[in-house]
């Protein structure tokens, strides 16, 4: 509540001091913040024929998909819908596949920017907001202005019907007065197990690691990183706020390759935690040790934090999100130098592990990303920073699907995520805290009303990305595919609004699905046709058992058959209202991989009924384990009864249905 008076304050004061007012430019929609999320909102409403404007902090649009997360967080497909889904199709055109869900920085800002040509979007870079005019309950204006401090001269007005917060931050819902908070809840605020105060042991440190400068010496201080604050109780609440780091892209393509050179504020002195990590762990002595160090299209990576010690700059981000750019600036600058100082230890250190320098040494910069800063993204991860407390809030309890929200307007599928939040000393050892990943739910509905401000603080604003969820919630919500659903959805609800000269919070969420679902591109292009394992629309005979895999398989569940009989059979029934030709798919799970591969089938034979004939079609299902298996280009007659039927050539494999895709070609 104070942040909200102190916020209020400065609107006041901001708008009387201003001695002329600036010439306004007037939109139905005004998106703040060209994160994924906010490049597809605008996108979206101009697609419903509204005038929109996107204004982004700083040069480079599509946040951190386009900022180094090449390896998607998906969680479950299933839950990618609309335009976030055709992002990913668009990936797989660059690549000759059907999805691409890894893939290059440049390849992802590439796609971004041709939403934005394409739908002819005018985008304001390198301006934030400073003001904003309400009206009671109501957004009328707000004002921006340059970034950085030293550029700035005279506001620029933007008048809007509706406004969509899409940054990261939250900086235009803080600025309107909306109720947020940041850091964690406690396990009491919303009767949840795993907020709050959480000591695990994933990407932690083993036991016994000194904390001290001198080991066995507290008087000698705490090596760098490590807080002085004392371990509370697991599930009590404070403001601290989860590690965030930078997705790096390096690549091994000597043609490609720029070598990590000794950055400026070099100090070796903030990676002694990772030599004595080293120590205590001399079997580990592989870079994938200690990163998560994923490949990506054309020799490149996507790195992420892994262990104890890793990408994580831990509890240097807590005054990120309440920060003004100037602060924000240093702090990203610091973790810049933090990450860009950790790769060159690696490979310079005479104290790291000869087998790690000679890695590592095989690593550099891409030439041809992100060319204009310097070689680095401009992104850094910010996980999390404020978060509304709007309408409604999406707890631990919808995850898990103890509570189910009666207004679905999207889908989150990820597990409960969070990154460490303080390093600290536990009995005289240095210990992480905060981490937590507990998943094995289905894909859960998010609240049309968790985007939405209480009336009673705005009626014209949507914020999809820093929305109305506790820390635990948002850690599964907040994955970069689901911020591009909600930006769509909160286009649509924005032009709805609009249109009917209401609230936001008086748009029924039915009229924004049928949408979603009859026109997810929003160009009339027909929807895609999904036939689930657990949809009316199936038939089978033999002992087939339902499985639950939820990262692995499609939607909710899998059907398998171990030991098929020559006459069991599992049948997609197929039926359309359109006379045209679909490319059709068939998903191949991934379930149990790692410790069941040998009994995974080698093909799975199709029998393709369509209105040319029917057809068998074998499919490699080891080639395709986890994804799409294209089964071919067919015709389908509307009003008509086709089917997709599934059986297998060798008995003793077992035989697997979980889902069928169906494209309808484009003109």
Not at 51 to 71: D, E, F, N, P, Y
Not at 213 to 226: A, C, D, F, T
Not at 439 to 448: C, D, E, L, Q, V
Not at 608 to 627: L, P, Q
Request: aromatic share 10%.
């Amino acid at each position: 509540m104070l942040r909200k008076i102190l916020t209020i304050i400065f609107l006041v004061s901001f708008l009387h001091c201003s001695e002329k007012e600036p010439p306004a430019k007037s939109y139905d929609v005004v998106v703040y913040g060209a994160t994924s999320s906010g490049v597809v909102t605008a996108y979206a409403s101009k697609m419903l024929g509204k005038s929109v404007i996107l204004i982004h902090h700083g040069q480079r649009i599509g946040g951190l998909t386009a900022g180094g997360l090449g390896q998607t967080d998906i969680g479950n497909k299933y839950a990618v819908t609309g335009l976030a889904r055709n992002f990913y199709r668009l990936l797989g055109d660059y690549y000759n596949e059907f999805e691409s869900w890894k893939f290059e920085p440049k390849t992802a800002l590439k796609v971004f920017q041709d939403y934005i040509d394409k739908a002819q979007i005018p985008v304001i870079y390198d301006h934030c907001i400073v003001g904003i005019e309400k009206n009671l309950n109501r957004i009328r204006s707000i004002q921006i202005d340059f970034t950085e401090k030293e550029d700035r001269g005279s506001p620029t007005v933007i008048v809007g019907k509706t406004f969509i917060d899409c940054s990261y931050e939250g900086d235009l819902m803080a600025i309107a007065g909306i109720s947020y908070t940041i850091g964690r809840e406690s396990n009491d605020t919303y009767d949840e197990t795993i907020n709050g105060v959480q000591l695990r042991d994933l990407h932690q440190f083993p036991d016994n690691i000194d904390p001290y400068v001198i080991p066995g010496n507290p008087e000698s201080g705490l090596l760098w990183g490590i807080s002085d604050e004392i371990l509370q109780e697991d599930g009590t609440g404070d403001h601290k706020v989860q590690a965030y780091n930078f997705r790096i892209c390096v690549t091994n393509d000597p043609d490609n390759l720029l070598p990590i050179t000794r950055p400026k504020a070099y100090d070796s002195t903030r990676y002694e935690l990772l030599l004595r990590l080293f120590e205590a762990q001399p079997e580990k002595r592989k870079l994938n040790d200690y990163f998560s160090w994923d490949l990506m299209p054309n020799n490149k990576t996507d790195i992420n934090n892994r262990g104890g010690f890793s990408t994580d700059m831990i509890g240097k981000n807590y005054a990120y999100p309440d920060a003004d750019w100037e602060k924000r600036k240093k702090i990203i600058e610091d973790h810049i130098s933090y990450t860009k100082g950790l790769l060159y230890f690696l490979g310079h250190d005479p104290r790291v592990p000869e087998d790690l320098r000679k890695e590592i040494s095989a690593w550099g910069y891409p030439k041809d990303e992100y060319v204009d800063s310097d070689f680095w993204s401009p992104q850094l991860y910010i996980r999390e920073a404020r978060r509304m407390i709007g309408s409604y809030v999406m707890t631990e309890h919808h995850c898990t699907g103890d509570s189910v929200v009666n207004d679905p307007i999207g889908l989150a599928a990820y597990t409960m995520d969070s990154h460490n939040c303080q390093r600290i000393v536990v009995n005289n050892m240095v210990k992480n805290e905060g981490d937590v990943q507990v998943g094995g739910f289905p894909p859960y509905p998010i609240s049309y009303r968790s985007l939405l401000p209480i009336q009673d603080e705005c009626d014209n604003l949507i914020v999809p990305v820093c929305l109305s969820a506790s820390h635990i919630a948002f850690g599964s919500i907040r994955m970069e595919p689901v911020f591009m659903v909600l930006g769509q959805v909160s286009a649509i609800a924005a032009s709805l609004a609009i249109e009917q000269g209401i609230a936001v919070q008086n748009v029924n969420f039915m009229q924004i699905n049928e949408i979603m679902e009859n026109n997810p591109l929003l160009d009339g292009t027909p929807p895609d046709i999904t036939i689930d394992n657990e949809d009316k629309n199936i038939s089978y005979q033999g002992n087939w058992k339902s499985e639950k895999h939820f990262m692995r398989n499609y939607k909710n569940s899998l059907m398998i058959l171990d030991h098929p009989g020559s006459d069991d059979h599992f049948k997609f029934l197929i039926h359309s209202d359109i006379n045209t030709q679909y490319n059709i798919y068939f998903y191949c799970p991934s379930y149990n991989w790692e410790s069941d591969r040998e009994n995974y089938p080698e093909s799975i034979i199709l029998e393709v009924n369509h209105a040319n004939g029917v057809e068998k079609v074998v499919i490699d299902y080891i080639k395709n384990i986890g994804d799409w298996a294209f089964v071919g280009k067919y015709s389908i007659d509307n009003n008509q009864d086709y089917y997709i039927k599934l059986s297998t050539g060798d008995a003793s494999n077992p035989l697997i249905a979980d889902a069928i895709l169906l494209v309808p070609m484009r003109n």
